[in-house]
């Protein structure tokens, strides 16, 4: 694939996200809604799987330690839309994430940026996180938000390396939506099984659309990350709070006044510099 098209999967990834998040904050239980998602991943990939590649063993650990962090981000999200509003919570936690995995793919991996791409994901991380101030901002909102933030970037890195070493995209999607999923499901079973069975015949379908745009979006993700820069790449994959700003107004009747519109466009303009700087 080429980088415009690669470029164009992340920002397919990127609404995607926003809409499975939007489902997620409307839904009357938060939790069981992401049960629900996760459990369609579960079952998507295992009707993979036969028709996949396994991944390395090499890529394994990666595999165990982007689940768990996983988990850890599933609950912090939910309980980030419990006491913060969408427009807020949801920028400053992936506004965050870019910076994040752009300083550790430097340290950790020696990932080189150019300075074009670097002032790029500044540009984008700023007007990401100028998004996020304003009505409803308390403290326990943006305390989890950033908590969310960063069990978003060490996801997204982990994720990246361990397609990288994995040898297969597909192969390492299916078993990390198995291993989530399941963990997921039995939570739900374990500690919330009656409300989990009313909750499927009433809200089913809902899950059912959620987790197959979850998946879909972050299998782009993972395909984009295999090839390209990871510091650009999640930059530009969290271009997703404009999209989740515009649902945030349309559907669940949130504000997007000229501040946030002005940090849109700092945010556009970053996409752009993204995509033709080398």
Same mark, same amino acid.
């Given at each position: ?62 595999? $165990?330690?982007?689940?768990?962090v996983m988990f850890a981000?599933? $609950? ?22 870019? +910076?994040?995995?752009?300083i550790a793919a430097f340290? +950790? ?37 950033? $908590? ?131």
């Open positions: 694939m080429t980088p415009a098209l690669l470029y164009g999967l992340v920002i397919l990834s990127a609404i995607a996200h926003a809409v499975w998040n939007a489902l997620v904050k409307s839904a009357g239980d938060r939790t069981l809604t992401m049960v629900a998602i996760r459990t369609v991943g579960m079952l998507l990939g295992l009707v993979a799987l036969p028709f996949v590649d396994w991944p390395s063993p090499e890529s394994w650990k990666w595999l $165990a330690v982007t689940a768990v981000y599933y $609950a912090l999200l939910v309980r980030s839309y419990g006491v913060g509003d969408m427009s807020v919570v949801y920028p400053l936690a992936r506004g965050l994430a870019p +910076v994040l995995t752009t340290l +950790v991996i020696g990932e080189a940026l150019s300075t074009g791409q670097i002032a790029a994901v500044v540009m984008i991380s700023i007007g990401i996180m100028a998004l996020s101030f304003g009505a409803g901002a308390s403290r326990t909102a943006v305390g989890f938000a950033l $908590a969310t933030g960063v069990s978003v970037a060490t996801y997204s890195f982990f994720a990246g390396l361990g397609v990288r070493t994995a040898g297969t995209v597909l192969g390492f999607q299916a078993c990390l939506e198995i291993v989530t999923g399941f963990g997921m499901l039995c939570y739900g079973v374990v500690v919330r099984r009656a409300d989990l069975v009313i909750y499927m015949r009433r809200h089913g379908a809902v899950g059912l659309f959620a987790g197959v745009v979850s998946v879909a979006g972050f299998l782009a993700y993972l395909v984009a990350a295999r090839s390209l820069p990871l510091g650009p790449v999640s930059a530009l994959r969290e271009t997703s709070v404009i999209f989740g700003a515009v649902l945030g107004t349309l559907v669940l009747k949130e504000g997007f006044g000229p501040r946030r519109i002005a940090a849109a466009v700092l945010v556009t303009v970053g996409i752009v510099l993204l995509a033709v700087l080398r």
